[in-house]
């Protein structure tokens, strides 16, 4: 089974940019959720989406947004990007939102300057 | 409010040796608790998991402990190998979805 794939892997953007993030779950997979590591703040939770329904939310202010299609495909989009939004955004996916194992993506690391 | 710590930042063992990782939490809601290794450039990989009904888990050479009394656990790696060396990181769960909450992390280094 291929695993959970992030495109684009490297992106860099300027201050006051938007930038979108796609993330394809492994196959069979319902439940898609993102994640922010910071040096400085380790590995946060930005969203969870099942069946194109956000679940759950994180503590990120509301430029930050996401969202799933019917194929359980995740996008993530940051408007008015800050040079804080640097970070290495994280996909993980997992059968369902019971599931508590979750496989992680490679990232796709973002620099903002 | 950080419900997940790892309060040790770097690790060194040798190669053969047992590697001790630990995590303490705060809140007694989590119902799983799982260990992720990291390396650089990658995703965080799933290692081993437990829930908050039991007091151990063992996979090959990976055993997770949990006290629930001291709202601890620890991740041991027996014997350590070079390959080991990573960024290990513990995450907890609430019941009602699949969010986790992610420790700051513990750069093991096993050295030949």
């Known amino acids: 089974k291929a695993g959970v794939t992030q495109t684009p892997r490297y992106l860099i953007k300027t201050r006051g940019q938007q930038v979108t993030l796609s993330c394809s779950p492994i196959?069979?997979?319902?439940?898609v959720s993102w994640y922010q590591q910071t040096p400085g703040q380790g590995l946060q939770f930005l969203f969870e989406?099942?069946?194109?329904?956000?679940?759950n939310k994180g503590n990120f202010p509301g430029r930050f947004s996401g969202r799933q299609f019917s194929n359980s495909r995740s996008e993530m989009n940051v408007s008015t990007l800050e040079l804080g939004d640097s970070a290495l955004y994280l996909c993980?996916?997992?059968?369902?939102?019971?599931?508590?194992?979750?496989?992680f993506g490679p990232g796709t690391r973002l620099t903002v300057t | 409010d950080q419900q997940v710590k790892q309060n040790s930042p770097s690790l060194s063992v040798q190669e053969g040796r047992i590697s001790i990782l630990n995590c303490d939490y705060t809140?007694?809601?989590?119902?799983?608790f799982l260990w992720y290794k990291k390396y650089p450039a990658e995703g965080p990989t799933f290692l081993i998991s437990?829930?908050?009904?039991?007091d151990k888990n063992e996979d090959g050479r990976f055993t997770v402990f949990l006290n629930k009394s001291a709202k601890h656990l620890s991740l041991h790696i027996v014997p350590s190998q070079p390959g080991d060396s990573a960024v290990y990181f513990c995450?907890?769960?609430?019941?009602?979805?699949?969010?986790?909450?992610f420790g700051e992390g513990t750069q093991l280094t096993v050295n030949p």
């Open positions: 993980a996916s997992s059968p369902g939102p019971s599931s508590y194992e979750q496989y």
């Open positions: 196959s069979g997979h319902r439940s």
């Open positions: 989406y099942f069946s194109e329904t956000q679940r």
């Open positions: 809140n007694s809601m989590f119902d799983y």
């Open positions: 437990i829930s908050s009904i039991k």
């Open positions: 995450a907890a769960r609430f019941p009602s979805g699949s969010r986790l909450t």
